[in-house]
């Protein structure tokens, strides 16, 4: 008899799901049995990465080129979700960018689109999917946030406030859904191999220039495996967890310093 996958009668929506830590959470998913909704900005990536899982792991695929960003852009994704008669279990709140430098001189609407995209599109999209998921007793939402959310960031001041958010939001969410079958986790990764390094500008700070780098998919696995066993929070690596630990007991304005220091410019 074949062993009963997690996912089997089951489909996630997976957002910035063309590359990195988004592709490899879409394998994750594939791999569990999950039927997968991939939206990213680039519709060819997008494609690559469907017809690889659907081939590699026997699961159908959909896919919807849609910028996050924008205002509206979830309620618009997911009524194209809908009207292909597509229902969502799983929700997977992966898109986001950041910004390295200071907040003065910085361009407003690379900051606020931070916002737009790492915050208010999750929420529109947990929103739309969350009353469906209470109603079937199952499934849930699996956001990416990041080791910067237990910490303030100077030079990197919205990034790190975006990500802080998210990690509120999901504890929240996670006790508001005790009981009812349906999980909710938050993933922290510290430094990844993805282009999310290159956009930011991250590699060129003293943090990115000295920090150990995690590969995308680990990063991955951890997340899923979190989302299964409906862990609250899920931070890779020890020494990231420890980090995370740390900033609890550290007087804010130590923090703030040391912050400060590890974002600013590699000399």
């Given at each position: ?36 909704i ?29 910028d ?51 915050d ?26 990041s ?74 696995e ?38 400060r ?7």
């Amino acid at each position: 008899m074949a062993k009963h996958k997690p996912g089997e009668g089951q489909t996630a929506l997976v957002t910035g799901a063309s590359t990195g830590i988004g592709a490899d959470l879409a394998e994750c998913f594939a791999r569990g049995g999950y039927d997968l909704i991939l939206t990213a900005r680039g519709e060819p990536a997008l494609r690559a990465v469907a017809d690889r899982l659907a081939s590699s792991f026997g699961v159908k695929t959909s896919v919807f080129a849609a910028d996050l960003a924008a205002p509206g852009a979830g309620a618009q994704l997911a009524e194209a979700v809908a009207a292909q008669g597509l229902t969502v279990d799983v929700l997977v709140n992966n898109a986001g960018f950041g910004a390295a430098g200071a907040f003065a001189g910085s361009d407003l609407e690379n900051q606020l689109g931070m916002v737009d995209l790492n915050d208010r599109a999750l929420v529109e999209l947990t929103h739309i999917y969350w009353p469906g998921m209470l109603a079937r007793k199952r499934g849930g939402v699996l956001n990416v946030a990041s080791l910067a959310a237990f910490a303030p960031g100077p030079l990197m001041a919205v990034y790190y406030a975006s990500k802080a958010f998210v990690l509120s939001f999901s504890e929240a969410l996670w006790e508001e859904a005790r009981g009812t079958g349906v999980h909710v986790s938050c993933l922290c990764p510290g430094a990844t191999q993805s282009r999310f390094r290159d956009r930011a500008g991250t590699g060129a700070t003293r943090l990115g220039q000295t920090t150990v780098v995690m590969g995308s998919m680990p990063v991955a696995e951890a997340g899923y495996e979190g989302f299964q066993r409906n862990r609250r929070v899920v931070i890779t690596g020890k020494g990231n967890a420890r980090t995370a630990w740390l900033t609890r007991f550290l007087p804010r304005t130590t923090l703030l310093k040391m912050v400060r220091n590890m974002q600013s410019p590699a000399t």
